[in-house]
């Protein structure tokens, strides 16, 4: 039975219906941009993270680079971002004219080592560093991160992009960020009718700072304080994710389910998961399973053959991207996050997912396991 890597039209009964009624609402007004739907959703995402506020943006990309420059990140800064993260971390430092340093993940959680980023730290002196929460939980070492930078003066960003809804100590792990983004791309476990992001922040100051970046650095409508650009979220993806919270405690708990079963089923077969440190409630978001690099393709090719769809999140490291030759400042370590990247895979997991489907994966898996 195939069974897709990720399906996002597995929408609840009265979804749709609500969702064209909307959008014919938003049509007949013209109401497009920054439109209430925009201030209702900042507010909700308020409410479920427990922020001092929230700045809705254009993207996941956005958000980052938002936060770097409403922190004062710029022209030859500093910043310390994991060797395993999606390029847009790397990216937005670059974009800002800042020089990013990589360093290596910790294996038991994939999140950045942070014994190693406190030496880089020690070496390079950092402006900033980015601690990206991946997978759907974050560093078993969070406080220790918070409190080291305070200490020190690194502005810590945290990127959140793949962690909506999960928790920490019972808390979301936005509330106590200083500055956190998120992405609402439509794959992440709240995701928008397109392009979307946000901005976490912990004061009402950084959160000016960052809205007038995103709307060309307004002052009032034709005055400007800043050099900033459009980064304004539309209406109709801030509807979208509103409808979506509707629903979002259900789509959790499907996505935590099958994560679970995951695990389990796999530890019982000798595949090597790797999930949530102790303190963490995981969104669901991705299962992690860690493969012989030298095994993976045969492992693929089982899952291909029953048109099983996969991940590999991700299949490269920062350092060795082509693309980072002339921007890259520094490394620490990488050969971690080379070996994860050639030995990662990700099976299918998705809100509503069938349990046809999650015996189907996990029969072909450990099957070629055995």
């Known amino acids: 039975m195939p069974v897709p890597f990720i399906d996002l ?128 939980w974050g560093t078993a070492r969070l406080d220790d991160y918070r409190q080291y930078c305070a200490e020190k003066g690194i502005l810590l960003i945290e990127d959140g992009a793949q962690c909506f809804g999960a928790k920490f100590n019972g808390h979301s792990l936005m509330k106590d960020a200083w500055l956190g983004t998120v992405s609402f791309y439509p794959a992440k476990v709240l995701g928008a009718s397109g392009d979307a992001g946000a901005v976490y922040c912990s004061s009402a100051e950084l959160a000016e700072k960052v809205r007038q970046l995103g709307n060309h650095g307004r002052t009032t409508h034709y005055e400007h304080g800043l050099v900033g650009w459009n980064s304004r979220v539309g209406v109709f993806e801030s509807s979208f994710l509103l409808l979506c919270m509707d629903y979002i405690d259900a789509r959790l708990e499907s996505r935590r389910k099958v994560a679970a079963q995951y695990r389990e089923r796999f530890a019982e077969a000798g595949i090597r998961t790797v999930g949530p440190p102790e303190g963490y409630l995981e969104n669901g978001y991705l299962a992690v399973t860690l493969h012989d690099p030298a095994g993976r393709p045969a492992l693929a090719e089982a899952l291909k053959a029953k048109g099983i769809g996969f991940g590999t999140v991700y299949p490269g490291a920062m350092s060795l991207q082509s693309g980072a030759n002339g921007w890259i400042a520094g490394k620490y370590g990488g050969e971690r996050a080379d070996y994860v990247a050639r030995g990662i895979l990700n099976p299918p997991l998705f809100a509503y997912m069938r349990d046809e489907e999650v015996e189907e994966v996990m029969a072909v898996m450990v099957e070629v396991a055995k």
């Not at 609402?25 to 993270?49: C, H, M, Q, W, Y």
């Not at 950045?112 to 990206?132: C, G, Q, S, T, W």
């Open 9 to 136: 039209k597995r929408f609840e009964p009265d979804f749709l219906d609500r969702w064209m009624a909307k959008c014919r609402d938003l049509t007949v007004n013209t109401r497009f941009v920054l439109g209430p739907e925009v201030a209702e959703l900042e507010k909700r995402l308020i409410e479920e993270s427990g922020a001092k506020a929230v700045v809705a943006c254009a993207n996941g990309t956005d958000a980052i680079q938002l936060a770097l420059r409403a922190a004062g990140v710029g022209i030859g800064d500093k910043v310390l971002i994991p060797d395993m993260t999606f390029w847009a971390t790397f990216e937005a430092v670059c974009n800002v004219g800042a020089k990013p340093i990589t360093v290596d993940l910790d294996m038991a959680d994939l999140q950045m080592d942070f014994d190693l980023f406190r030496k880089a730290a020690e070496e390079v002196r950092p402006k900033a560093a980015i601690l990206v929460h991946l997978y759907g």
